[in-house]
């Protein structure tokens, strides 16, 4: 691949629009939750995929019951989707999210939660 090709391949994936939001990744047998929010949930979704198809636990927090359940223990679910305001910084929309992922948090037992 030439320069001039990669260097538009770049700015094409720099100016994609993403979908940013809030997502629950949790055990089918407990109910525990991890949930976090990024600005990316195709990303996140295309890790967590992969995730299960290789069996290696999505994130460290949820490492061991992952050991303990395997990958089919565990589903992703779409909480909130979001998209950046206009003119919003990515540093704006990163502590968006981070607020919507504590509220989000608070509706479950911190006993049910990663």
């Known amino acids: 691949m030439d320069k001039q ?19 629950r990744i949790y055990n089918i047998d407990t109910g525990k939750s991890f949930i976090k929010g990024d600005v990316n949930l195709e990303a996140v979704e295309n890790r967590f995929l992969f995730s299960k198809k290789i069996n290696s636990a999505f994130t460290l927090t949820i490492a061991a019951d992952w050991a303990k359940y395997g990958s ?20 704006a929309f ?18 049910l939660l990663y």
């Open 5 to 23: 090709r990669k260097k538009e391949i770049i700015t094409e994936y720099k100016l994609k629009e993403t979908t940013g939001g809030i997502y």
């Open 72 to 91: 089919d223990g565990f589903a992703i679910e779409i909480i909130e989707e979001i998209k950046p305001e206009n003119e919003e910084s990515s540093k």
């Open 94 to 111: 990163r502590d968006r999210l981070k607020k919507l992922e504590g509220l989000h948090k608070e509706k479950y037992p911190e006993e």
